[in-house]
Nanobody, 120 residues
Framework: QVQLVESGGGLVQPGGSLRLSCAASGSIFSINVMGWYRQAPGVQRELVATITSGRVTNLADSVKGRFTISRDNAKNTVYLQMNSLKPDDAAVYYC??????????????WGQGTQVTVSS
């Protein structure tokens, strides 16, 4: 079994910052791409940012220049540093990881989600 446990969400004022963390644990052979997605009420889940095992990153246009994704491969953890937050960034943020649970088996796993609220 593999688990992704997120932390770091909460309430922040516009212009503020938050740092999300997501730690993977369990039967892991290797972790490939890790990423963050978000879903606001009534809206489809959307990609926020991804990072490969080689630390190549991809960010949605809406967060470029404000958000940074990073990972610690030794800790099986991915981070999302969110700066200059806007009310439009409010959503449930989900961690996703593409994990090889064995040399031949590769699956996508999701975290339980963490709420980010941006409001004054």
């Amino acid at each position: 079994q593999v688990q992704l446990v997120e932390s770091g969400g909460g309430l922040v004022q516009p212009g503020g910052s938050l740092r999300l963390s997501c730690a993977a644990s369990g039967s892991i052979f290797s972790i490939n791409v890790m990423g963050w997605y978000r879903q606001a009420p009534g809206v489809q889940r959307e990609l926020v940012a991804t990072i490969t095992s080689g630390r190549v990153t991809n960010l949605a246009d809406s967060v470029k220049g404000r958000f940074t994704i990073s990972r610690d491969n030794a800790k099986n953890t991915v981070y999302l540093q969110m700066n200059s937050l806007k009310p439009d960034d409010a959503a449930v943020y989900y961690c996703n990881a593409d994990i090889s649970v064995s040399p031949l088996v590769r699956r996508s796993f999701w975290g339980q989600g963490t709420q980010v609220t941006v409001s004054s």
